[in-house]
């Protein structure tokens, strides 16, 4: 069965402070990994995807980069409005399966 | 984005009652919805699949008996709680998809049961 393992479960920073969120997968035949933004009492708002080892995507403050068996998102120089949970999630062969989420708190 | 809304945002009910949730595409034609479930500092865990106008493919442990899913038309799919007890307050999140691309998720509803 797929598996995604997020790490840390909630990380507070200062504004400013970059940091990296990690995503631990294994999959059966890797379809695509994705990373989302989710507010508390909203949906996941989609952020990136990655399809193969060694690609890089950026939006804003956000960058996410993909190796064969994890992924990060760096935050750099963040800001309050960063705050939210961050989830990856892998598309298998069957379906989507999510981590349990990094929980960011930025600080002014 | 492609843009998927759900209602009700939240609904209270009684215990015993049954619950419809309503998911929509509202910019694309969806082959495909998804329906997930969201308890307090948990992940998303997939309940079932559906393809418009076909049964809808439950995750093991799901009981289709209790989570009916209709997919109706391209752009609407629903999701009956029946006879829904307290175990069953969560959050639902509905996710749409065109022609097996990316997965585009609603603002989800907050159930409660009492």
């Known amino acids: 069965e797929d598996q995604v393992t997020q790490s840390p479960e909630a990380l507070r920073l200062q504004e400013g402070e970059s940091s990296s969120l990690n995503c631990s997968y294994t999959?059966?035949?890797?379809?695509?990994l994705f990373w989302y933004r989710q507010d508390p009492g909203k949906g996941p708002e989609f952020l990136f995807t990655l399809y193969s080892a060694g690609e890089e995507k950026e939006k804003e403050r956000l960058k996410a980069t993909l190796t064969k068996k994890e992924s990060f998102l760096h935050i750099t120089a963040p800001k309050p409005e960063d705050s939210a949970t961050y989830l990856c999630a892998v598309q298998g062969n069957y379906k989507l399966s999510f981590g349990a989420g990094t929980t960011v708190t930025v600080r002014a | 984005g492609a843009v998927v809304s759900q209602h009700p945002s939240w609904v209270i009910c009684k215990s015993g009652t049954s619950v419809k949730i309503e998911c929509r595409s509202l910019?694309?034609?969806?082959?495909?919805m998804f329906w997930y479930r969201q308890f307090p500092k948990q992940s998303l865990m997939l309940m079932a699949t559906?393809?418009?106008?076909?049964?809808?493919?439950?995750e093991q442990g799901v009981e289709k008996d209790k989570f009916l899913i209709n997919h109706a038309s391209l752009t609407l799919s629903t999701l009956t709680v029946t006879s829904a007890h307290p175990e069953d307050s969560s959050f639902y999140i509905c996710?749409?998809?065109?022609?097996?691309?990316?997965?585009?998720f609603g603002p989800g509803t907050r159930l409660t049961v009492l």
């Open positions: 999959v059966s035949g890797l379809r695509g």
């Open positions: 559906s393809n418009e106008g076909s049964k809808a493919t439950y």
């Open positions: 910019d694309f034609q969806a082959t495909t």
């Open positions: 996710s749409a998809s065109f022609a097996d691309n990316e997965q585009f």
